[in-house]
Nanobody, 123 residues
Framework: QVQLVESGGGLVQAGGSLRLSCAASGRTFGGYGMGWFRQAPGKERSFVATIAWSSSSTRYADSLKGRFTISRDNAKNTVYLQMNSLKPEDTAVYFC????????????????WGQGTQVTVSS
């Protein structure tokens, strides 16, 4: 049984930083991608970043390049999302997802999801 467990969300002031973690269990994802998505109230779930489990090749939403960094630790079966220079518009529930083709950006392509972690950025 695949489980993805996110952690690291919270309340931060604008300009601050947070690092989200996503611990995967139940299988490894060699040859696939793992991604981060976010969903703000009243909005659709949107792509943030993805990383290839085997090669560490990454892809980002254009609007987030330079502020967010995705990485992974194979030994810990964990993916991270470092978020810097946070803005109030980054406020959302952030979800970890796994099992899609490398560099997939559509949430429909990811079969496995975590429960989400809330990130709130105050102005």
């Amino acid at each position: 049984q695949v489980q993805l467990v996110e952690s690291g969300g919270g309340l931060v002031q604008a300009g601050g930083s947070l690092r989200l973690s996503c611990a995967a269990s139940g299988r490894t994802f060699g040859g696939y991608g793992m991604g981060w998505f976010r969903q703000a109230p009243g909005k659709e779930r949107s792509f943030v970043a993805t990383i290839a489990w085997s090669s560490s090749s990454t892809r980002y939403a254009d609007s987030l390049k330079g502020r967010f960094t995705i990485s992974r630790d194979n030994a810990k079966n964990t993916v991270y999302l470092q978020m810097n220079s946070l803005k109030p518009e980054d406020t959302a529930v952030y979800f970890c997802a796994a099992g899609a083709a490398v560099h997939a950006t559509s949430p429909r392509l990811y079969p496995y999801w975590g429960q989400g972690t809330q990130v709130t950025v105050s102005s």
